[in-house]
């Protein structure tokens, strides 16, 4: 019973493509997160809903667009893909914000040809 | 800005030995500090967290407190076994930025042999 699931698990495109990750939990959690983990372990936050509200925005190129149709969805949106979006991309929720706990789904990789 | 150093890995070590990973922090405001272990092909779990200066989080044989006075965050476990092989992350999120983003540590990756 996977309390927050991605799909796909690899993604393998051309650059230039346009491509979506979705992100689904079952938690009954009100925010969730969007993070990019590079191929040294580094993990840096993107985007963070609370309640299908924008609250975080880190730096990132306008090419990513965060779509939140409902509390237990985030879905991800890249257009015209670089080599340099290639990475792991993680999903997570938590109930509430703070110093509430994260819980992570397994990881989209995304690589690029 | 906030963030969070800690030791570079691989640490690779025996079955029974002592493992410390340190962490050290810098936060404009109040953190709360947590560690997270990432097992090969899997996303994050959560270990442990603090939410205050001389509080000691715990699970699975791991404990970690919460220095102020030091800005750190140690983590240690007594005896590893082969399946606590991971990466593991320091982070903390900042009471001054109510909505809870994570910072975290570059990860550090632990291999424990038999």
């Known amino acids: 019973d996977t309390a927050v699931s991605q799909t796909p698990k690899y993604l393998v495109t051309q650059m230039g493509n346009d491509k979506s990750i979705k992100c689904e939990q079952n938690?009954?959690?009100?925010?969730m997160y969007w993070y990019k983990q590079d191929s040294k372990k580094f993990l840096k936050i993107m985007f963070s809903?609370?309640?299908?509200?924008?609250?975080i925005n880190e730096t990132v190129p306008n090419r990513f667009s965060p779509k939140s149709p409902d509390k237990a969805h985030l879905n991800l949106h890249i257009n015209s893909l670089e080599l340099g979006d290639s990475a792991v991309y993680f999903c997570?929720?938590?109930?509430?914000?703070?110093?509430?706990?994260?819980?992570f789904g397994d990881g989209t990789r995304l690589s690029i040809l | 800005g906030n963030s969070v150093t800690q030791m570079e890995g691989p640490v690779t070590l025996s079955e029974e030995a002592f493992l410390t990973i340190n962490c050290t922090y810098t936060a404009t405001g109040y953190p709360s500090l947590f560690w997270y272990v990432q097992y090969p092909g899997e996303g994050l779990q959560l270990l442990l967290k603090a939410t205050k200066a001389d509080d000691k989080g715990s699970n699975k044989g791991f404990e970690a407190t919460y220095r102020k006075e030091t800005t750190s965050f140690h983590l240690e476990k007594g005896s590893v076994q082969v399946s606590d092989s991971a990466v593991y992350f320091c982070a903390l999120s900042d009471r001054g930025d109510s909505w809870g983003k994570l910072q975290f540590g570059a990860g550090t990756q632990v291999v424990v042999t038999p």
């Open positions: 938690l009954g959690h009100d925010t």
């Open positions: 997570a929720s938590s109930q509430g914000t703070g110093n509430q706990p994260q819980h």
């Open positions: 809903y609370n309640n299908k509200e924008l609250i």
